[in-house]
């Protein structure tokens, strides 16, 4: 039996749907409604049009960016294995599809239903019990969780304060990780996104649980009048479906920067990204892929500006062989300084003394960083083999870029 189309909507208001192919289930087909307008378009690469939109085989990237990956997506599947037995990308997007990061959202009624369950954060942040918190999360949250990643994480509503206005929708990332294979991640990330702001860099606020199992991220797509904005990484941007994460370079990035973002956001945005990829490479992040760049914009009409930096983790300290995500200067080879300058200075246009004090600011932020993780040692002796190693790949990335 066929089923029915998948409503899209873009800020609340229905733009368009996704049906399957007649002639090919794996190919899904997008149409827009015959009233939408160009503020409705779903993806600043698919403007409004009367002629479909062919996935070729899987979803279009801007549908298949949010789907759950890892311990949330095999989550999704056995929770509703039986009511849908023959399981695919539409299926998965259809059960998250009221909950996503970014403006859109999907649902096979013509009307748009949002009521994320609620979550007393402060409980996150101080739980000390012997039970496994995340596994309730994961049991509550799962199908409000359209958000992309391996690492487990799911998108949660905080409960509202007095006098605070109630969102319908989520308001969180809760962020856990399996200790045996990644000790300490939230520690990590929470370390290197201090230190990132400490570089002058854009980032969301992150709080790490005092029992440091989760890390509890601001959504920076959550508008204070409380709409969603818009949000498209550099696989969209690109055409590229997520597997294509780790494909092509920072350059390639950032030439694709020019061909989206507004001119008013474009100055300021290049050397966001400049220092986002220096910070990367000298805290030894090897995970800084296209999915972890993004852009923000209210509607396609409007400005479009560079997203903060997110999911910023030291990946050395585990896998000391690790590469970087994507190529720089030609090569995957983590970089010195006189490569990171000729980055700067190409990406931003920069002189060399402007380029110097960019990497300058990276210093101090990696320095914010090195005193972290140093703190946190001091404070948690059982975490003493993850600190040593984050401090000595800390070490060795100012040692890469120092003058």
Do not use: W
Request: hydrophobic share 40%.
């Amino acid at each position: 039996m066929k089923k029915p189309p998948l409503h899209v909507f873009a800020g609340n208001a229905p733009v368009g749907s996704i049906t399957r192919s007649d002639v090919d289930a794996d190919t899904f087909l997008f149409d827009y409604r015959a009233d939408a307008r160009a503020e409705g378009a779903v993806s600043l690469t698919m403007p409004v049009r009367a002629d479909q939109y062919d996935s070729m085989a899987g979803l279009l990237p801007v549908f298949e960016m949010n789907l759950p990956e890892g311990a949330l997506r095999e989550r999704l599947r056995l929770q509703f294995a039986k009511a849908i037995p023959e399981f695919d990308d539409l299926d998965l997007l259809q059960i998250v599809g009221s909950s996503q990061i970014g403006r859109l959202r999907y649902s096979l009624r013509e009307s748009l239903e949002e009521n994320v369950p609620t979550q007393d954060l402060a409980e996150v942040l101080t739980y000390r019990g012997s039970a496994d918190l995340f596994a309730h999360l994961l049991e509550r949250f799962a199908r409000y969780s359209g958000i992309s990643g391996i690492q487990p994480k799911v998108l949660v509503r905080e409960v509202a304060a007095p006098g605070k206005v109630t969102h319908r929708g989520a308001t969180h990332i809760v962020k856990s990780f399996d200790p045996n294979e990644y000790p300490e991640l939230a520690a990590n990330e929470f370390i290197c996104t201090r230190g990132a702001q400490a570089a002058g860099i854009d980032t969301p606020l992150v709080q790490l649980s005092e029992n440091r199992q989760f890390l509890v991220v601001d959504r920076f797509d959550l508008a204070a009048d409380g709409t969603y904005l818009g949000l498209e990484d550099f696989c969209v941007l690109d055409a590229r479906r997520s597997h294509g994460r780790y494909d092509g370079s920072y350059e390639a990035i950032a030439r694709r920067m020019n061909d989206y973002l507004s001119p008013r956001t474009l100055s300021r945005a290049n050397e966001q990204f400049a220092l986002m990829v220096v910070y990367s490479c000298t805290v030894g992040n090897g995970d800084a892929h296209r999915k972890n760049f993004s852009v923000l914009y209210r509607h396609p009409d409007d400005e479009v500006s560079l997203a903060p930096a997110y999911d910023i983790v030291s990946t050395l300290p585990y896998m000391p062989r690790d590469t970087l995500a994507l190529e720089l200067s030609g090569t995957k080879a983590f970089p010195d300084r006189t490569r990171l300058l000729k980055f700067v200075r190409q990406v931003t246009g920069t002189t060399s003394k402007g380029a110097e004090r960019l990497l300058d600011q990276v210093v101090v932020g990696v320095n914010t960083a090195l005193q972290e993780a140093a703190d946190y040692g001091r404070g948690h002796p059982d975490a003493a083999a993850f600190v040593e190693r984050m401090v000595a790949t800390l070490r060795a990335g100012l040692d890469r870029v120092a003058a």
